[in-house]
Nanobody, 116 residues
Framework: QVQLVESGGGLVQPGGSLRLSCAAP????????MGWYRQAPGKQRELVAT???????LDASSVKGRFTISRDNAKNTMYLQMNSLKLEDTAVYYC??????????WGQGTQVTVSS
């Protein structure tokens, strides 16, 4: 069973920063489109950002200019640098690894709470 391991969530004040990490097995990492999704209480899970194996990124409009997705293929790890955090960024953040119809894996989620 493939495990995606997220870390880096926590409590932060509005305007603060956090960096999330997601470690994936080396057997799938380089071939995967990696992504971050989030789900706030009472809402559907939504896309935050994705990054291809070659580094092409796609960001949700709500996080453009504030969040940066990146990946280190040598470490099989993806990151999400979150700056200028807002109250509405509070959610459980999930790591995702997919490759077309071959597979679509999810991490267990990490809580990000933005509160004063």
């Amino acid at each position: 069973q493939v495990q995606l391991v997220e870390s880096g969530g926590g409590l932060v004040q509005p305007g603060g920063s956090l960096r999330l990490s997601c470690a994936a097995p080396g057997s799938i990492f380089s071939m995967s489109i990696m992504g971050w999704y989030r789900q706030a209480p009472g809402k559907q899970r939504e896309l935050v950002a994705t990054i291809s194996g070659g580094g092409l990124t796609l960001d949700a409009s709500s996080v453009k200019g504030r969040f940066t997705i990146s990946r280190d293929n040598a470490k099989n790890t993806m990151y999400l640098q979150m700056n200028s955090l807002k109250l509405e960024d509070t959610a459980v953040y999930y790591c995702n690894a997919r490759a077309g119809s071959l597979y679509n894996y999810w991490g267990q989620g990490t809580q990000v709470t933005v509160s004063s």
